[in-house]
């Protein structure tokens, strides 16, 4: 995460603690997927999962009322201010050292802690997102629509501004030089804020959905959540998978997967011994060779699953343009081994490390006080254990690809012949073993 001695090893699992040995358990991990391929392909021979995003079972009126109230979504937003007040405290008047909580905050409880709040509730920062709702709060001051900029946005453009965005932040996160000091978030932050806020006033509060980061990265993985919406707005309970079948394709969403999962990879990578190794011993800036490295493992990434997708369509017979759509149509089956990832490698620091940052939000200026009556928490670690964790990691990550199998599946007999559909998905499937052997070896590389 960062190299701020302050902020923990993301993981706690090692080799010594896999209940198998690495090479045997990549081999049951590609074994996995392969058997699960060949069952998918006898036994799941129609599309079945709601591509349109129409099902799903109404939650009680009661839950629907209080979600949809106009005063539950203002406290929401009310709860979003407050927090980004509380945060600014540290960051803007609290002393730059290794007791601020700025960073555990930024990088623990908002990047990692939004991943599995996200998964259980849906996209969560849409609702209490502070520059949202300073937006939203300036245009009625203006009495103007908060949906209407100075100008339209091009739909051409899609979610590519955030695919920008998410590698601004992974970069900051991932390679800045002291990312974890109060100078440096506070100019990264500024530079956040105000791209935010002037593309807001420019193209209307779309502008969040289309750019910002943290939205975005909640929105696909909130896609994955057991609540949603279906297509007419109604509050449902729904199979998750449904939800991320519904996503549908836009400009730049290919983008935004690839530099989610490449990022959590070249992670991964940064903390293996011969990469730094070569890091310290290369001669350049370590900013030059992480950046590097952070682009390669995303550019890697992007070219296999493009040239795995292109596979596909021509041995599917897809015609021109759904050829062309095709990388745009499977990029949903990449959120969930991006969910994998993120859980797997971030679970550790979330537990030990999230403790010890709202144990320091109680005191953010540094001057002994304990205003939120946590200041006295000690990080528990009973549900941090060198096995359990390993067992964990390995669990997520095999999960994670067996569900992208599964809906790269479904999506198939969506978009090729019935006759060539297995056939077309050779290609995903190789995709997918290599995103999985890759990973374990990445997340075990020590």
Known sequence: MTAD?????????????????????????????????LALGLLWREPRLDR???????????????????????????????????????????????????????????????????????????????????????????????????RELPAGVGIWPAAGTLFGFVWLELVAPDRATLPVITVWLAAYATVMLVGATLYGAGWFDRADPFETYSTLIGQLAPIGRADDG????RNPLDGIAGMRPRPGLVAVVVVLLGSTMYDSLSNAPGWLRFSQENGLPPVVTGSTGLVLVIGAVAVAYLAATGAAARIG????????????????????????????????????????????????????????????????????TPSGVATLQITVIILGHLLGTLLAHDRALYLFPRARAVAGQLPLLALMVAYTVAGLLLLYAG
């Open 52 to 150: 349109d995003a129409t099902g799903g079972r109404p939650v009680p009126r009661w839950l629907a009322g209080l979600v949809d109230a106009p005063a539950f979504r203002w406290v929401l937003r009310g709860l979003g201010l407050l927090a980004a007040a509380w945060f600014c405290v540290g960051l803007l008047a609290g002393p730059d050292t290794a007791e601020n909580p700025t960073a555990g905050a930024l990088y623990v409880l908002l990047w990692v802690g939004l991943a599995p709040v996200s998964l259980l509730l849906g996209p969560v920062w849409r609702a209490v997102n502070p520059l949202r709702t300073l937006h939203l709060l300036a245009t009625l001051a203006a009495r103007r629509d908060a949906r209407r900029g100075i």
């Open 317 to 384: 017979r897809a015609g021109p343009a759904e050829a062309r759509a095709v990388p745009g149509e499977i990029a949903h089956s990449i959120v969930p081994i991006a969910v994998g990832y993120v859980v797997a490698h971030y679970y550790s620091l979330l537990i030990l490390e999230g403790q010890r940052t709202v144990a320091l939000l109680s005191d953010p200026l540094g001057t002994g006080a304990n205003w939120l009556g946590t200041a006295g928490w000690q990080p528990h670690t009973g549900l941090v």
């Open 5 to 37: 001695p302050a902020l923990l090893a993301h993981g706690v699992g090692g080799r010594q603690d896999l209940p198998i040995t690495l090479p045997q358990l990549v081999v049951a991990a590609a074994l996995t997927l392969v058997v699960t391929f």
């Open 234 to 237: 109604v509050l449902v309970w």
